[in-house]
């Protein structure tokens, strides 16, 4: 487990999404995610893990107070209660769980809650805490893990394309049928096709904060994670593939059905196949949000790399009653004046 802090002063440190790198709040010294990074695996002399931590958590030492740290059992990440270090655990991200692509933050906290603020500005009837200053403190960044695949596919397939026209002269009408010939063949390369890893958040609501431009992917570095949390994978390879070589065979029929603009097709033969190449375990940024009323949990995620949301806002039930009401008296109220003018 390493401690992230600056090399000058000793202060705990972060990456900063704004800058792409790392600044201290203290001394002001700035670092490329390169030169920390390196700096803190020189300085790390590792940590031992208790055995006293509850069940599905795993307790640390943090290796700047000493103080025990309680991570759960799918999390990369920490912050020290105490001296409030961030904390990357290095042993598990080692092997199999060790990450091969990322893409860093770029959307920091500031801007995250300001879109959350920007977005519930719309929507009416939301509880009286729902933006209050302790619910945008709860504005957390999460690295989420995803895998990443690429094909070789072999197009195969042949169609009719049928194109009518119908007009009218005089009292006849006529229709004109052309039946064409549709033959596709030959190699695609399909990049980063991707599925999330991850069972216990709404992939849905996760998949709805739109793409990540996927140019700016990067190989994996620990020092990208401090600061934030990030969760190793619970869906293993083996579980996701199929998942993975279905949008891989969908992108090809969409594909193939793009080139083939016809009004009708028919008599389809696909024949296509396709062979996976590479498989990567990715890490992508997402700034989350939850809000619990009546029990039920609500949502807000920002994706960090693009700034795109989505959410879903509570409606509090007393607000809608009051207003109800409100509405009533009113209507009321004109009904009452409307009468007066008549008599």
């Not at 002399?45 to 795993?58: C, F, I, L, W």
């Not at 995250?112 to 009286?128: D, S």
């Not at 895998?147 to 394309?161: C, I, K, L, S």
Request: aromatic share 12%; glycine share 8%; proline share 4%.
């Amino acid at each position: 487990m390493a401690n992230y802090k600056c090399p000058k002063c000793g202060a705990p440190i972060v990456f900063k999404p704004e800058i792409g790198g790392f600044k201290c709040d203290y001394c002001y010294s700035s670092f490329s995610e390169a030169e920390l990074t390196s700096a803190v695996e020189n300085a790390s002399k590792g940590v031992s893990e208790t055995t006293q931590a509850p069940s599905g958590m795993q307790g640390y030492q943090c290796g700047n107070c000493g103080a025990e740290v309680v991570v759960g059992d799918t999390s990369h990440t920490a912050f020290c209660f105490y001296c409030h270090s961030p904390i990357v655990i290095g042993d598990r991200l080692k092997n199999e769980f060790k990450p091969d692509l990322i893409i860093p933050f770029k959307i920091d906290k500031k801007t995250a809650i300001q879109k959350f603020l920007n977005w519930a500005k719309g929507k009416k009837y939301t509880p009286n805490d729902f933006t209050s200053t302790m619910q945008q403190e709860k504005m957390t960044g999460v690295y989420l893990p995803y895998w990443f695949a690429n094909y070789d596919a072999h197009v195969d397939y042949t169609a009719e394309g049928i194109e009518q026209r119908t007009w009218t002269s005089g009292r006849k009408e006529y229709t004109e049928t052309k039946t064409y010939q549709i033959k596709r063949s030959g190699s695609v390369e399909l990049e980063n096709i991707n599925a999330l890893a991850f069972d216990k958040i709404d992939s849905n609501l996760i998949n709805a904060v739109g793409k990540f431009d996927l140019d700016e992917i990067q190989k994996f570095s620990p020092g990208y994670l401090a600061g934030f949390f990030s969760e190793q994978y619970n869906k293993n390879a083996e579980e996701i593939v199929p998942m993975l070589d279905e949008k891989a065979h969908q992108e090809i029929k969409y594909q193939i059905a793009a080139s083939c603009q016809y009004s009708r097709v028919r008599n389809e033969v696909n024949n296509s196949t396709i062979q996976r190449t590479a498989l990567r375990y990715t890490l992508l940024p997402t700034w989350v949000l939850s809000y619990i009323y009546k029990g039920k949990p609500y949502i807000f995620a920002v994706n960090g790399q693009t700034g795109d949301v989505m959410g879903e806002a509570p409606l509090s039930t007393a607000k809608i009653a009051v207003s109800s009401v409100i509405k009533g008296l009113v209507l009321a109220g004109l009904l009452i004046l409307g009468g007066m003018f008549l008599w």
